[in-house]
């Protein structure tokens, strides 16, 4: 390989200079090959700049744009256009055009530069159209490798300096930076300051031109010679050193990078000095550069690597085949059984008696009825055939006892062994007449009311549950869901979710887990497999989840934030601010998305009814009103000590942290009282109020939306925020308060009034109701107007047992035009309140309300209990028998339907309900001696008289 030099003046011939060779070895061709390929190493001789650099010595290349273009106002730019060589000496129009090579520009939001926020739009506008600017349009090709350097001892006029962070050169997969970048005053300390650079290719050259105060640049022999000097002692811009590192680098005046000395000349002016920069800064100069590497200098993961990884750690799991076992089996057998038998009944009923009853027809009474039954009773056992029967039952009733009520062992006692077969034979007998029915004509048979119960109505009583605190029946609830459709992903998410709840992580992971496997592209199921694999301190699986969630939905701002987070607990801070930064980027995309939409719906908005405009869309997260916002910047220097700013109560440990209430339109279904038992929940008085602190939530397949902001809430968002929200769904509490620290210090966060919600909701959660009271007086402050501040406040108040104020604050909540979030609790507790103040017409419409909006046995009840107590008991046993159907297994709702039946007069339903409230071991005393008062009243109810 062979350079060849420029000509000098006066020289004849060009010099050549070897700089390496390569050896090839030819002997294919003598073997018959005609032609061939092969890849040899250059080897560099001895002198040659291809040589490998002795370590130490680290040199720079300086970047020059020469003859820049003035361009007046009036006109922009083209794009795409091409770009130039950056050669003066090509005189052919259209020569200097590099092929193929052309500026595309961008949107200024997504630049890496320093002017690229909404409010530098106009500014930019006016600068690169309006205003006078100087273009080069130039492209300057480099090899990021110290020896490769040339030297121009051509004149430099320079004024001032532009810093261009280049730390996202470091970003993994990044080979193109872009941005505008401000123009300042040159000054040492300023660039030595930024730079962290003892020594200034400019330095010599920048006090030559102070002291001599000239205006147009650096001409004289003298400063050429420094420059001269100084360019061939240091070689100029360091933009990657020996071991490979890039530096951050500073562009001066046309991209030309400066570095400074600490050291200053003697006899040079203070630094403050620079008359020729300081013109830039009253202008508002700046500079358009872009970078662009062939290679990116830190590699990324492919998409399909980390699928690949993903995959291996959780294989994808087919759907399981149905098999013909378990309970539905056994039932299924049971019903089987039941046929062959009432045929064989039949059959011997017709061979004993058919002449009879042909003969008689229709005109059997009862007492022949009766005869020929206890005939064909003597005639079954005397044969052993009724023996027979029973023994062709057996096997199927053992199989249900197994399978649909997993009895396999023994019972402890006499007294559960006799319970056990009391419900066991309700529910044989039931399900006999269910085989018996489905075996009799179409004509004759009675319709059944049957009642199902969705996966949201499950969902919901699950949550009711989970306010309780019991947490046993939640599970049931849960585990009901996954048993109805196994392949639901949500259904594993939520059941995952709870197990957070309860902090049993092992099974919240295997959860997760199993809901990715279902469906290996689920951006939730990904993040909330990191999260639980950071909480396990499993991190490189946690770093393969969170990347291939970002890969998979690069817009996902949340997905963004929690790499950020992963990388600041593995104190990576390059790509820590990597992720933080897209995260703020794709946040700040989709504001200016939602605010264009939102604008262009004002300009097509009509007026209704009289004069009134329509209102403005209400998001998942309430009204939105993105004008208002700030879009995202986080700085890594808000990342050391986040935690310490945190109101010291928050950095304590919390055991549990509880979803917000999602409440599900749900079809109300009727159903007969005596439908199968199912779960009960505990009583109303003891809900606690843990979940409905205001917080906002994520889209997604499993978290329902919920209006949060109230209508005077013009809501500002963070990437931090978006996250906590999506968090506090899933009780990752370790997360939150990990997240919260930095919303605090955000410059677009801060104390506001969602923070100090979340931190009332944490107090609530510890039962410190004194720091719950103080933060929710915070929150009002910022936002009186908030329908969340006052619910929180209610569950506050009613916690604490000062029910007056509750009640004031839950119908302060309720009378807003949007939402709280947590309205179906704050529904409850209201009526409630109502009850106990006697106030029966308003807790009838309070509950009526719920029932409207997400019925459930708790809804009824207290609907039933309000009808009651203002006599109207044909509505009070509906709405009972509601709650009955939907939770049979509730002693309030029996006690309540004894009480109904014993003052309409009805002795045999008042005696069974009365049996069942004792049976379900009702706790409320009260209610128990009003019932036995009502008893000795009308004189029957209670068998043990």
């Known amino acids: 390989m062979t350079e060849v030099l420029p000509k000098e003046r006066k020289q004849k011939e060009e010099k050549t200079l070897i700089l390496g060779q390569a050896v090839v070895d030819l002997l294919p061709l003598l073997a018959g090959e005609s032609s061939f390929e092969t890849t040899a190493p250059l080897h560099p001789v001895q002198g040659s700049p291809l040589e490998t650099p002795r370590s130490g010595v680290k040199k720079d290349y300086p970047i020059l744009f020469k003859n820049g273009t003035l361009k007046s106002g009036g006109e922009r730019e083209p794009l795409p256009r091409p770009k130039k060589w950056p050669i003066a000496n090509i005189l052919a129009p259209g020569a200097n055009n590099i092929p193929d090579a052309f500026i595309v520009g961008g949107p200024y939001e997504e630049e890496e530069g320093e002017l690229n926020h909404p409010e530098d739009r106009e500014f930019r506008n006016q600068a690169e159209c309006m205003k006078k600017r100087i273009i080069w349009d130039l492209e300057s090709r480099c090899y990021l490798d110290p020896p490769a350097v040339t030297e121009d001892e051509g004149q430099l006029s320079f004024h001032g300096v532009a810093y261009v962070n280049m730390v996202p050169l470091l970003y993994p997969g990044v080979k193109r930076i872009r941005g505008a970048f401000h123009v300042y005053p040159y000054l040492d300390s300023t660039v030595h300051e930024k730079t962290k650079c003892s020594f200034s290719l400019f330095r010599d050259t920048g006090h030559h031109l102070v002291q001599n105060n000239k205006i147009g640049g650096i001409t004289s022999p003298l400063t050429k010679q420094v420059l001269s000097k100084n360019l061939k002692e240091d070689k100029t811009v360091k933009e990657k050193d020996i071991d490979g590192r890039l530096r951050p680098g500073d562009m ?158 023994s019972f402890e006692s006499q007294e559960e062994l006799q319970t056990f077969i009391s419900e066991l034979y309700v529910f044989l007998v039931d399900q006999m007449h269910v085989a018996l029915n489905q075996t009799m004509p179409d004509d004759i048979q009675d319709t059944i009311s049957t009642i199902y119960t969705s996966s949201e109505q499950l969902r919901l009583f699950a949550f009711e549950a989970e306010i309780n605190e019991n947490f046993e029946m939640a599970a049931v609830y ?87 987070l992963y990388y600041e607990i593995q104190n990576n801070d390059i790509r820590m601010e990597m992720a933080f930064h897209e995260a703020s980027k794709q946040l700040q995309a989709r504001m200016l998305q939602a605010q264009t939409t939102k604008q262009k719906s004002t300009d097509s908005s009509e007026y209704v009814e009289e004069g009134g405009k329509i209102g403005s869309n209400l998001g998942p997260w309430g009204p939105t009103n993105v004008s208002s916002t700030i879009p995202v910047k986080v700085e890594a220097s808000a990342v050391p000590g986040a935690a310490l700013s945190i109101p010291d109560e928050f950095l304590e ?26 779960p009960s929940n505990i009583f109303l008085k003891e809900i606690p109020g843990k979940k409905e602190a205001s917080k906002c939530q994520d889209s997604s397949a499993f978290l329902h939306p919920v209006h949060y902001y109230g209508v005077s809430q013009t809501p500002s968002t963070t990437i931090f925020m978006e996250t906590i929200r999506f968090l506090m769904k899933v009780n990752a509490v370790q997360y939150v308060r990990r997240v919260l620290a930095h919303e605090l210090l955000c410059p677009q966060g801060g104390p506001s009034c969602e923070y100090y919600l979340v931190l009332a909701q944490t107090h609530l959660l510890k039962k410190d109701f004194a720091k719950a009271e103080e933060y929710l007086q915070q929150a009002s402050q910022m936002d009186y107007l908030n329908p969340n501040v006052w619910g929180v406040k209610g569950h506050l108040y009613f916690l604490s047992g000062n029910h007056a104020e509750a009640k004031a604050c839950y119908e302060r909540t309720i009378s807003f035009v949007v939402d709280a979030s947590g309205m179906h609790f704050i529904f409850l507790r209201l009526g409630l309140l109502y009850l106990e103040e006697k106030e029966y017409e308003k807790a009838k419409k309070t509950y009526l309300q719920a029932c409207k909006r997400s019925p459930s046995c708790l809804t009824w009840l207290g609907l039933g209990i309000a009808c009651y107590r203002l006599e109207e008991l044909t509505e009070a046993e509906d709405a009972l028998s509601e709650a009955n159907a939907l939770n049979n297994c509730n002693a309030e709702v029996w006690a309540y339907l004894a009480l109904v039946c014993l003052k309409a007069g009805r002795q045999l339903e008042a005696e069974q309900a009365y049996k069942y409230t004792i049976k379900l071991k009702l706790k409320d005393e009260a209610l128990l001696a009003e019932i036995r008062m009502v008893q000795e009243m009308v004189g029957f109810g209670n068998p043990s008289f």
């Not at 055939?385 to 399978?403: D, S, T, W």
């Not at 639901?488 to 059941?495: C, I, R, S, T, V």
């Not at 049993?504 to 497999?529: G, P, T, V």
């Open 252 to 409: 001066q005046a046309a991209s030309i990078k400066s570095q400074s000395s600490d050291t200053p000349l003697e006899g040079e002016p203070p630094l403050s000095h620079n008359p020729e920069g300081q013109q830039y800064v009253e202008a508002g100069t700046y500079i358009v550069l872009e970078i662009q590497l062939d290679r990116a200098l830190v590699p990324k993961r492919m998409p399909e690597e980390l699928a690949r990884r993903v995959k291996e750690m959780i294989p994808a799991r087919p759907p399981l085949t149905r098999r013909t076992g378990g309970a539905q089996k056994a039932v299924s057998d049971y019903h089987s059984q039941i046929k062959n038998i009432s045929r064989a009944i039949l059959d011997e009923y017709h061979r004993m008696f058919g002449k009879q009853v042909a003969k008689l027809g229709n005109d059997i009474d009862s007492e022949t009825l009766e005869e020929q039954k206890c005939q064909l009773s003597y005639e079954l056992n005397c044969s052993g055939k009724y023996f027979a029967f029973k023994e062709q039952l057996k096997h199927a009733v053992v199989k249900i006892v197994r399978e649909k009520y997993l009895k396999t062992t």
């Open 478 to 564: 849960y585990e009901e869901r996954l048993v109805r459709d196994p392949q639901n992903l949500d259904h594993w998410l939520d059941y995952g979710a709870f197990c957070l709840l309860t902090e049993d992580n092992i099974k919240a992971q295997e959860c997760f887990r199993k809901a990715l496997s279902l469906n290996q592209s689920h951006i939730h199921s990904l993040l909330l497999c990191g999260v639980l694999a950071v909480l396990l301190e499993n991190y490189e699986q946690a770093e393969i989840f969170f990347e291939d969630a970002t890969c998979l939905e690069p817009t996902n701002v949340v997905a963004w934030t929690l790499l950020g």
């Open 653 to 678: 440990e919390s055991s549990k942290l509880q979803s917000d209430s999602r409440e599900p339109i749900l079809t109300t279904q009727f159903q007969d009282p005596s439908m199968g038992p199912k």
